[in-house]
């Protein structure tokens, strides 16, 4: 964490983004008045990067973990602007739950109190003992075997609904088979993928 003071807080980020050489716009940061003298105020502002909100994530986790009593360790990297975090417990298979239901809710929750600490919005992938890592290969095989059978019967086909990061395994793994499209739709939590023939 780095901190800058400014008059105002568009004084104090633009000498953050002088100093930095980053864009106002890309900084990660939050604001704390700081009293200097009886009638001066200035702003301070505290610049962070994204290794310290993979750090802010991970303790966040931690701690709801372990107030369900179950001991954790994680562990994050951060890879093309997405944070990646592994979870290993004593009781993975209850982090999970069924059909990933637990984990995702947790990886929800890590996002929301993540995005509100920093006011700014993450993204952050939450991993249990390679659960996800599994999920996402087997659902790229099969994406790719309904693929094939649609270029065949030139017939759309929709999956259920699933999280963002479970669509855009599939539409990584159609992207480039001829005569296929993929695309999402509808809505929140109802949000599906569809793989759609095109001549």
């Known amino acids: 964490m780095e901190i800058y003071l400014g008059k105002t807080v568009d004084e ?13 716009s ?22 962070y990067n994204l290794e310290d909100v993979a750090r ?7 701690n709801v973990i372990d107030n369900l009593g179950i001991e954790s360790n994680a ?18 298979p209850i982090l999970i739950g069924k059909g990933g239901v637990t984990l995702q809710a947790l990886n929800e ?5 993540t995005n509100n600490h920093f ?15 599994n999920k996402y290969g087997k659902l790229s095989r099969y994406a790719r075997r309904v693929a094939h059978d649609v270029q065949k019967t030139k017939t759309t086909y929709v999956f ?12 990584n793994a159609c992207n480039g ?3 296929i499209k993929t695309e999402s739709i509808g809505e929140g939590k109802n949000r599906q993928v569809q793989i759609i023939y095109v001549e």
């Open 56 to 62: 802010f994530a991970e303790d966040y986790l931690l």
């Open 26 to 47: 890309d900084l990660i940061y939050l604001v704390a008045d700081k009293k200097v003298g009886i009638f001066t105020k200035k702003f301070q502002v505290e610049i």
């Open 160 to 171: 259920d609904p699933m999280p963002a990061d479970e669509r855009r395994a599939i539409h």
């Open 12 to 24: 104090a980020l633009a000498a953050a983004s002088k100093a930095l050489g980053t864009p106002v």
């Open 119 to 133: 006011h700014k919005r993450f993204r952050i992938l939450l991993d249990i003992n390679g659960y996800k890592d």
């Open 75 to 92: 562990s994050s990297v951060i890879e093309d602007g997405v944070i990646r975090i592994t979870i290993d417990s004593t009781h993975n």
């Open 109 to 113: 929750l890590a996002k929301l109190a």
């Open 177 to 179: 088979m001829k005569n």
